[in-house]
């Protein structure tokens, strides 16, 4: 099968004009606020069900951080309310946010979702995260047996929120309200006072963290 290279980091995001269940949506529609767009496998599967209450219960935290989810699979729109029904009914759970009908996978193929070896005719577990500007600042892949991690997602979308407004950047499992990093000192100067400074905790000249 015919596929499209992924799309790349810091560069626009691939458009789109699509039916959703809540009806049309397009790539501008989210112009000024951070959208996560995921795909998943297909319909009435557990995993993925799994996933979407899990987007669904976290959708307030989302919005806190000015972000919107936008679902997708290669299913209809008429399957997508079925199962947002079956959902509502089984386990209590509204699902919140719209759902893209991608019969022609025309956005599917866009955002690199079909993966040779998996299938010809489904999305993987493909998350990205695109900011104010329409440009595209993360994505992450699962294979189809695996659940995402949602937390992980909010917990991304709040680090690369903090780089951007602070020009730094965050370590290993950074959370809200710990220390971040600063970019390596630029001069022998610079170096010297921040290995002085207790302003900033450094190990070593290249490394160094800071309270914000």
């Not at 400074?197 to 914000?212: H, M, Q, V």
Request: aromatic fraction near 10%; include cysteine; proline fraction near 7%.
């Amino acid at each position: 099968m015919e596929t499209t290279g992924l799309p790349r980091l810091n560069e626009a995001a691939p458009d789109f004009n699509a039916p959703t269940t809540h009806g049309p949506r397009s790539l501008s529609d989210y112009k000024g606020k951070w959208l996560v767009l995921f795909s998943h496998p297909a319909d009435f599967t557990p995993v993925c069900t799994t996933e979407f209450i899990a987007f669904a219960k976290a959708a307030p935290e989302f919005e806190k951080l000015g972000a919107e989810l936008l679902g997708l699979s290669i299913d209809s729109r008429h399957s997508h309310i079925a199962w947002m029904l079956n959902i509502k009914e089984k386990f209590g759970i509204e699902i919140p946010f719209p759902i893209i009908d991608d019969l022609k996978m025309d956005v599917a193929r866009a955002y690199g979702m079909i993966h040779a070896g998996a299938s010809d005719t489904s999305a993987v577990r493909a998350t990205f995260l695109i900011d104010p500007q329409g440009k595209l600042r993360a994505m992450v892949y699962y294979p189809m047996s695996n659940g995402r991690s949602i937390a992980e997602f909010l917990r991304l979308l709040a680090a690369l929120q903090t780089s951007d407004a602070n020009s730094v950047a965050t370590p290993e499992g950074w959370q809200p309200g710990d220390k971040v990093i600063v970019p390596p000192a630029k001069t022998f100067a610079e170096a010297s006072r921040r290995m002085q400074s207790d302003e900033y905790e450094c190990t070593d000249f290249y490394f160094c963290k800071k309270a914000l």
